[in-house]
């Protein structure tokens, strides 16, 4: 038996569009920071006994689409460790799973550690990313504490598409998560990212775009420029959604609450706090700020009545194996 947590991770630099769907590598590079607020705990048992993998979510059994993801996945490690064993895979989160809250991040990243330990394969942090990514290419980054950035590599094989730390920031920052009131997503990232490459005419353009931020942005976290970095972090994260939008059919993953939540962040900043947004595939809206703004942010964010909660966190640490479920 091998447990392990990781922790799911919001990009300032977003990952919309794939070079290769079947290796679930990046048509360009991201940049995210890891939270440890928002966690998920994996235990992966081998059971000579089972016919199939089982998965259990919060105690509850699963089959269909995620087991199938997950059989897939061991399938990767069971490959080269020559043991074709079954696992039974149980996992916790301590935030609310799917609808754009980025638990495909910290699932496919406990469950690379996890799994690789219960095949006896012991992998280093990149080799780990890159088999996070197998899962979901967000959870290359979360195999990282604190910021983490993505190479989108060339090579045909995905072996140079992974994610590393990035050193040298000198901008602490935490983030507020507005939860809207919301189903689970209609339009997984997946099936929205081929959408959105088949039929946007904006999809060269956000990838272009993607290619000038990612450098940038790093650049104005080490030199400490928060401002710039807010106008950044927000451009990019319109731009991707602009390209999702004018996907035919448009993907609109915004919701009443979600446009609210920007205009306080804008007026918050317009009155000097320095906060700055961004939205993944979902309704709710990621605030970051330093760690002296958060409890501010965070009240101001709760202000909405389809807010159904302000989760707010610090940067998380690297995946790691664990003795125990919690
Ligand atoms: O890792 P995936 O396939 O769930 O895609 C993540 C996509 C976004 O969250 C919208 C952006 C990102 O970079 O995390």
């Not at 990149?126 to 993505?150: C, D, N």
């Not at 927000?234 to 205009?263: D, K």
């Amino acid at each position: 038996m091998a447990v392990a947590t990781a922790c799911a991770n919001i990009a300032l630099v977003k990952y919309w569009g794939k070079r290769d769907a079947s290796l679930n590598t990046p048509a360009a590079g991201s940049l995210s920071l890891t939270l440890d607020r928002l966690r998920t705990w994996t235990e992966v048992l081998r059971e000579p006994g089972l016919s199939e993998d089982v998965l259990e979510i919060d105690g509850k059994a699963v089959t269909g689409r995620p087991v199938e993801r997950i059989s897939r996945f061991a399938d990767l490690v069971r490959g080269p460790a020559g043991d074709q064993t079954r696992v039974r895979v149980r996992s916790h989160n301590t935030f609310p799973t799917a609808a754009g809250l980025a638990s495909s991040a910290s699932a496919f990243a406990a469950l690379a550690v996890a799994t690789s330990d219960a095949f006896g394969q012991s992998l280093d942090p990149r080799a780990l990313s890159i088999l996070a990514r197998r899962g979901s290419g967000s959870a290359a980054r979360s195999i990282f504490g604190g910021f983490a950035v993505m190479h989108e590599g060339s090579a045909a094989d995905g072996s140079d598409a992974f994610a590393e730390p990035m050193q040298g920031s000198t901008i602490e920052l935490c983030a507020a998560v507005a939860v809207a009131k919301a189903e689970e997503k209609k339009v997984g990232s997946t099936d929205g990212m081929e959408l959105t490459k088949t039929t946007s005419p904006f999809h060269q353009a956000w990838i272009d775009c993607v290619n000038r931020d990612l450098p940038v942005a790093q650049d104005l976290l080490r030199s400490g420029d928060i401002m710039a970095l807010a106008e950044l972090v927000e451009g990019n994260c319109l731009a991707m959604h602009a390209n999702a939008m004018a996907a035919r059919p448009g993907i609109l993953y915004f919701r009443p609450s979600t446009l609210w939540a920007l205009e306080e962040v804008r007026t918050m900043r317009a009155e000097g706090i320095p906060v700055f947004f961004t939205i993944d595939a979902g309704p709710h809206v990621v605030a970051f700020t330093p760690p002296e703004h958060l409890g501010t942010v965070a009240k101001r964010l709760a202000g909405h009545p389809e807010v159904q909660d302000v989760l707010t966190s610090g940067p998380g640490e690297a995946a790691h194996a664990a003795e125990s479920m919690p």
